[in-house]
């Protein structure tokens, strides 16, 4: 097949390029990066990735989606959907924010891109189609509350751990209402009412970007952060220092098994190039590098463990006097005489016996101002199994979700969507994000809707978002220091909230029952297995095809009788009387190797139900596949039933079903004398066969009724 320039560079179709163009585009491009800025950044803690990444996934996958896609207003980058999948799938891998934690985001990020790309240049971005609408109603409403819920240690300023069970995290959070920072809510609240507010009464200003302003400035004059520095020594607590001095020593040998594993792989490299004579100096190799990677592993879960304890410990601040050093004592164990700054300290970060602790709000802090590097991720093996299972449905939903928006624009525009073209062009955007340390990105719906609302007219406008992300990251990075975490939390929740639709899952249940059999359970095991999501997807998946395929299992067969309109209807439900000449019945479905059982049943009852008549015609009008198994069921029942004096006449077959019957040999068995194009050419025929052998047909209800002639 010959590829054509524009099939390779979509984006020349945006030429010729006029001036009109490009001023829509700016100022579209320039509204969505307004929103976009602080909307990253918001995904990125979602992903327990630092604020700062959420703007590198803001930045080249931007542009790339839009130059590569098929559609000319859909806004990629980070989402919440992907974001919280990240998170779900790489925080039993790693803590939330390590260098671990980057390094496996970015890795997925590489995955679902090679996935995406793979499936788009074969063009099976029909593979999405496992994912029925129900599935992806009841996991998006799941992950909605999820999201929401996740926010919430943020808006009131307390810890909350992360663990195998969401909801006993949840739990931790609510008994720490009590402690709740009461600024931080503050500030957290005043953003949703401004996000609010704005968003009903100017939806065409930038609620986001003023209210992200806005509470900034506020941290900033009221110096909402306060954050101090100790050593383990100024923790006056026994069981806090005691917990602290055991999760630095066991920092201290996660390191030196890591520095272990690199000196012994290399020894392995350098054995493998030596050739056979060190086959068993590299297998003695591997195996002390497995149990370093055991070790590894039992003093990252122990850490965890004990990093959830750590932040939920809550001290006083002593200041010391004269050559005394400041201490911290456990909330409510002061000692008589002593007193405190009146600040409740958490400890937020623990680093080689140095700990940060922090007194008020918490803000994003630095941001590091220059473009993020350039180069492949690090890419262990090792991970990929642990990795792939999430990258598959991150690439799946993202790109439902991306092609569902595009398709919604192009309904408004009226512009040609390429599902393989958008795959392409999410993928590339994802490989790129993960050269230039992004995490998962995808088309966003309500940045697509701000883009197309502001008249944007090519992707050029995703471009310009693109370019107006890298000037923020050269120049403006040091604006965001004070930018307040529960304001980040508040940006995410009212984001989410219109994610949340109970109604669709109604929908799903009228329309289908089992449709919403499979929204709901996929719902409930969402939240069930949370936050491990991509079980609560999978198993709605796999749900649905398995009531899809029972469905056609028993696809519905009537036997038919004349109505008084002269319509074939079914016999049973309209109390039509049966033929002793001819058994019409009527098969609605595939028939396949999976109800061919289900189809011989049916037939031979409604021969056993009706012996008088000579005749069976089979109305094959739904019959719209017909596979080996079928063809046999088909050649052996015409085989049975003509040797019990029974002639079996087809009509409706349609050209797939006739292809196959031609090819296995099956027409010619038949006969061309036994198949027509419509049933009543059938009846009419098989009516004046009875006729000649003598056979009653005159008084059968089942023979055509005249033709009205009028004139």
């Known amino acids: ?73 859909l806004g990629t980058g980070p989402v919440a959907v992907a974001s919280l999948l990240t998170a779900s799938a790489l925080t039993p891998l790693a803590a939330p924010g390590s260098e671990s934690f980057v390094a496996l985001a970015i890795m997925l990020a590489l995955l679902v891109g090679v996935i995406q790309l793979t499936l788009g240049a074969f063009k099976l971005g029909v593979v999405v189609n496992f994912l029925s609408h129900p599935v992806i109603v009841g996991f998006t409403n799941a992950a909605a509350i999820i999201i929401a819920l996740s926010q919430a240690n943020k808006l009131i300023g307390v810890p909350m751990g992360r663990s195998e069970s969401f909801a006993s995290d949840i739990w931790g959070v609510a008994k720490l209402v009590g402690d709740t920072h009461l600024p931080t809510l503050a500030m957290g609240a005043t953003a949703i009412v401004i996000m609010w507010v704005i968003r009903k009464k100017v939806p065409k200003l930038p609620g986001v970007l003023i209210a992200v302003a806005l509470t900034t400035v506020v941290s900033w004059q009221i110096g909402f952060e306060r954050t101090a520095t100790s050593t383990l020594e100024q923790i006056a607590d026994a069981e806090a220092q005691t917990l602290l001095t055991e999760f630095v020593r066991t920092e201290t040998r996660i390191r030196e098994i890591n520095d272990q594993l690199v000196a012994k792989s290399a020894d392995i490299k350098k054995l493998q190039k030596a050739g056979a004579d060190s086959a068993h100096e590299a297998v003695t190799l591997n ?16 850490n965890r463990k004990r990093n959830r304890v750590v932040r939920s410990f809550v001290f006083e601040q002593v200041a010391g006097a004269d050559s005394q050093s400041t201490r911290f004592f456990a909330m409510g164990k002061l000692p008589q005489g002593l007193q405190s700054d009146g600040r409740h300290w958490r400890i937020a970060k623990v680093s080689s016996g140095s700990l940060k602790l922090a007194g008020g709000g918490e803000v994003v802090g630095k941001v590091p101002q220059g473009l993020p590097s350039v180069g492949l991720p690090k890419f262990s093996w090792d991970m990929i199994g642990s990795l792939l299972t999430a990258a598959i449905v991150i690439s799946l939903v993202g790109f439902m979700e991306a092609i569902s928006i595009a398709k919604a624009i192009a309904a408004k525009t009226r512009q040609k969507i390429d599902p393989n073209q958008e795959l392409i062009g999410q993928g590339l955007a994802n490989l790129v994000g993960a050269m230039t340390q992004s995490f998962p990105v995808s088309g966003s719906f309500s940045r697509s809707a701000v883009n197309i609302n502001a008249g944007a007219k090519t992707g050029m406008s995703s471009v310009i978002t693109a370019a107006f992300v890298l000037l923020t990251l050269l120049f403006l990075t040091p604006l965001l220091y004070h930018l307040p975490q529960a304001v980040l939390a508040a940006v995410i929740i009212m984001a989410v909230i219109g ?119 089979v109305v094959a009008n739904g019959i719209n596949e017909l596979d080996a198994s079928g063809e046999e069921v088909v050649h052996h029942l015409v085989e049975r039933l003509r040797g019990n004096g029974v002639t079996v006449v087809f009509s409706g077959l349609k050209k797939q079903v006739i292809d196959v019957m031609r090819a296995t040999g099956l027409f010619d068995y038949i006969s061309q004398q036994h198949i027509f194009a419509t049933a009543d050419m059938a009846l009419e025929a098989i009516h004046a066969w009875a006729a000649e052998r003598g056979d009653e047909a005159v008084a059968s209800p089942l023979r055509p009724l005249p033709v009205k002639r009028f004139g």
């Open 1 to 73: 097949m010959k590829l054509s320039p524009r099939s390779l560079l979509p984006f020349l179709r945006w030429f010729p390029y006029s001036g009109t163009s490009l001023r829509a585009d700016f100022i579209a491009g320039l509204t969505v990066a307004l929103v976009l800025v602080p909307q990253s950044m918001a995904y990125a803690q979602l992903a327990g990735l630092p604020a700062y990444y959420g703007l590198y996934a803001a930045f080249l996958p931007v542009a790339v989606a839009a130059l590569w896609g098929s559609s000319r207003q």
């Open 499 to 617: 994610l949340i639709n109970f109604g669709a899952i109604r929908h799903a249940w009228q329309a289908n029952r089992h449709d919403g059999v499979a929204a709901i359970v996929t719902f409930v095991a969402t939240l069930g297995f949370a936050p491990h999501l991509d079980k609560g997807i999978m198993i709605g998946a796999g749900l649905a095809i398995g009531l899809y395929l029972y469905r056609t299992m028993t696809p519905r067969v009537a036997i038919l009788g004349r109505h008084a309109d002269g319509s074939l209807r079914d016999a049973s439900i309209n109390d039509l009387p049966a033929s002793n000449v001819v058994t019409a019945v009527r098969f609605d479905g595939r028939l396949y190797f999976a109800n061919v059982s289900f189809f011989e049943d049916a037939i031979l009852e409604a021969v056993a139900a009706n012996p008088k008549a000579p005749y069976l015609l």
């Open 287 to 302: 195996y002390e590098v497995e149990l370093l990677k055991l070790q590894l592993r039992d003093h990252e879960d122990e």
